[in-house]
């Protein structure tokens, strides 16, 4: 209950927190090994939409990066909150609520990345407390800004640090975003299903996620699940991926910015069915398990032009 006293919380500590920068080098061999690691060519090894992320399509100079590969820069953050002055929280009881992404300009192929980290919000919930982190990200060589990230942290157990009736809520400018879309009643525009692989966490911790949450058996059954689950970054990844493949004519570079709201887990192996309704320039879109039908991931993806092709 807000104003208990009982979390081991102190905003202005958290707020106030100055991240050190740092870099994040990556070759072209980890852009492959991502886009492998969210569903790339899965269905089709030769598909031509999908191919540029991993080879050297038609002789293209640089393999081409899907925009949720930045989500890697993010990587590190829970982690790091653990040693948050001010932060006090038990680290099994952390969900990822929500990832935000915007895209400034198309990600190389290999570079050094320059990360500069803030706290973009912090809010008591009661029950809970939510954290809201954004790193935004330069091209160490160029100085150029590539893009921004921001992670919301739902921290169970961690609210009730108000010092007035009034729960407590910080965010700076920044953090000022569209609100989630409601699910629209009509029909989708496009529908797209896809199966995952009993392997998708292992393949896809290879891109530096190594919770064992996602991969050891004992782990997953002490948290609650019946066996590893896939990261919920994999599954926006899978999502962001359909998209651009199924309303941006396999363009990646018309995608402006990204938000994903995590609502359940998913099991590797399970089905994903990805339901996209277009309203002008943003695609609001659902992810389903087809074993539990369950929704498992929504959001919305803003486009800065459609493809020919609609």
Known sequence: MAGSGNSGIDPELVISHKFPESLHTYTERDA?????????????????????????????????????????????????????????????????????????????????????????????KGKAAVLEVEIVSYEKESGERLCMNRLSIYLRGAGGFSKSSQPYSYSSNRSNQSAFPKIPKSQPFAVYEECTH??????????????????????????????????????????????????????????????????????PGETLITEMWLEGLRVIYQVKVKERNRAVLFGFVDLDRLSSSL
């Open 198 to 267: 009993a392997s998708q966490a292992l393949l896809y911790r290879l891109s530096g996620d190594y919770n064992p949450l996602h991969s050891d058996p004992k782990f997953a059954e002490s948290a609650g699940f019946s066996r590893p689950i896939l990261h919920g970054l994999c599954t926006l990844g899978f999502a962001v991926r359909t998209i651009i493949k199924c309303i941006c004519g396999g363009d990646q570079n018309t995608i402006k910015s990204v938000s994903g709201r995590f609502l359940l887990h998913v099991y």
């Open 32 to 124: 492959a090994i991502y886009a492998l690691g969210v569903g790339a060519c899965t269905k089709d090894a030769i598909d031509d939409k999908e191919l540029k992320y991993v080879y050297h399509q038609d002789g293209q100079e640089f393999i081409q990066v899907l925009p949720t590969f930045s989500t890697l820069f993010t990587v590190g953050i829970p982690s790091q909150m653990e040693q948050l002055p001010g932060l006090l929280f038990d680290p099994r009881l952390l969900l990822h609520g929500q990832q935000y992404i915007e895209v400034y300009k198309p990600l190389p192929s290999h570079g050094c990345i320059l990360n500069k980290t803030t706290i973009a919000g912090l809010h008591d």
